[in-house]
């Protein structure tokens, strides 16, 4: 028999029964496995920590998104948000299932390129885009979606000096009645500054108005917010429609459908107080029949779902490095995964779940990750049973935002891996060397050596 684990006593409130006045307190029951894949033989052969994404989720996940809306609106189009994640791999799932690709830079414009994505396949967003940026969409003939004046100006310029046509859109903000407005990116709908620029587009010979864009926000709790968007938007197609006879092909909703996440501060599950997809898809599909025309003119829904459809298909395997009590007491888990890899966990209060049975006496405790760093904090108080060194965690809902906006800070960044849909594990993207870092510097000759004593 090994020896028991020591661990010096101190006096703690326990939680008992089911639930107390706090509600139900539970830790999350073990996950030992992914996708039928033990969490330990994924950490032996991949290293920890380890990013694992599986296949199987994300078509699901579009399939089903894509059914809900189909069947409430006859045309329907996603647009994959490269931000969200733009691994090479996980892009093309999505263009497997059909999904085109919505950009937001020069540089992701070339990652869908590259990925064989042609340029009428792309939507290309964002406030910075460069004129050779926009040259080249122009010649692909991507779909531009215009975020304000001077780059209305600057494509005005290039397609005549061109001699080309550029499909636009532009993009429209409106008070859809969520604080702060979102009213930074696009043309502004109240103060008439959008259909002002829909009229310049209108009267240009080299642009080819195809469509209106909106993106209110990012997790929206609620689908109101997109009933007045689309309502808004479906007010200028008809202006479009009766002024100038414009047709439009697509109207785009953008994003901003909530994962099952869980903001910190919110006192409840997402899952409990979330709208349902439908209720979103309800919203947003409604008013697209107030538009004056033949069903045969309707314009596409265009959709850049990002992180709802991501989200749950991510997770992240961690290992416990040690155990710690602060000096008022509390339980601290130090784990090998930090905020460098999940910025997410500044906002969201990331689920997390032991890897292993560890018997039924729990704790609140933080979470912290290896960076020596005070803001390396993943949970500030999460209900978990007595974990060791060794043992392992899982967290979960990781996919969006997570591996596009992690850093090289201090450590360096881990394998990514797929559980691909026959149950095989492929590396999505390799862990960094230190050579991948260095290879980039440069050290001026005088500074090349020193001696030290
Ligand atoms: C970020 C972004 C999206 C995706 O947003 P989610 O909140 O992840 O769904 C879609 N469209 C645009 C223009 C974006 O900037």
Not at 164 to 178: E, F
Not at 327 to 351: M, Q
Not at 423 to 434: A, N, Q, T
């Amino acid at each position: 028999m090994s020896k028991k684990y020591y661990e010096r006593p101190v006096i703690i409130k326990q939680h008992s029964g089911m639930m107390n006045k706090f509600g139900s307190s539970p830790s999350l029951p073990p996950i030992t496995e992914v996708e039928g894949i033990p969490v330990k033989e994924l950490t032996e052969k991949y290293g920890s920590p380890l990013f694992t994404f599986s296949e199987r989720k994300i078509r699901d996940n579009q399939r089903k998104m894509l059914r809900i809306f189909k069947t409430r609106y006859p045309k329907v189009q996603f647009a994959w948000s490269y931000k969200t994640n733009y691994l090479g791999a996980i892009c093309s799932v999505f263009h497997q299932e059909g999904s085109w690709a919505e950009v937001v830079s020069e540089f992701e414009y070339d990652k869908a390129k590259g990925l064989g994505v042609d340029g009428q396949h792309i939507i290309f967003n964002g406030p910075d885009k460069t004129e050779e940026a926009l040259e080249k969409a122009v010649k692909d003939k991507a779909k531009i979606h215009i975020d304000h004046f001077d780059e209305l100006y600057s494509l005005m310029e290039i397609t005549e000096r061109l001699n080309l046509k550029a499909d636009v859109a532009i993009r429209v903000n409106m008070d859809t009645g969520i604080y702060p407005k979102w009213d930074r990116f696009g043309f502004n709908y109240e103060n008439g500054e959008a259909a002002q620029a829909l009229k310049r587009i209108a009267m240009n010979d080299n642009l080819n108005l195809i469509g209106l864009h909106t993106h209110i926000g990012t997790y929206i709790m609620s689908a109101e917010p997109y009933r007045q968007a689309v309502i808004v938007l479906v007010e200028l197609a008809n202006m479009l429609s009766k002024q100038y006879d414009i047709a439009l092909d697509y109207i785009d909703v953008g994003g901003g459908l909530p994962s099952n996440n869980t903001l910190k501060g919110q006192y409840l599950d997402a899952e409990q107080i979330l709208p349902t997809y439908e209720q979103y898809a309800d919203a947003i599909t409604a008013p697209l029949f107030d538009l004056n025309l033949k069903p045969d003119e309707l314009p596409t829904l265009i959709l850049e779902s990002g992180r709802a459809l991501i989200d749950d298909a991510g997770y992240l395997l961690s290992t416990v490095i040690g155990n710690k009590r602060l000096s008022n007491g509390k339980r601290t888990i130090i784990i090998d995964a930090g905020v460098n890899y999940l910025f997410t966990s500044h906002w969201f209060n990331h689920k997390i779940a032991p890897a292993q049975h560890s018997g039924s006496f729990t704790e609140n405790s933080a979470v912290y990750g290896p960076l020596c760093m005070n803001i390396d904090v993943l949970r500030e108080d999460i209900v978990l049973p007595t974990m060791r060194k060794g043992d392992q965690v899982v967290i979960l809902y990781v996919g969006a935002y997570s591996v596009t906006q992690w850093m090289q800070f201090i450590t360096l960044r881990p394998n990514v891996v797929m559980i691909m849909e026959d149950g095989s594990v492929e590396v999505i993207r390799e862990s960094e060397k230190l050579e991948n870092i260095t290879s980039s510097e440069k050290v001026p000759e005088k500074l090349n050596s020193f001696s030290l004593k």
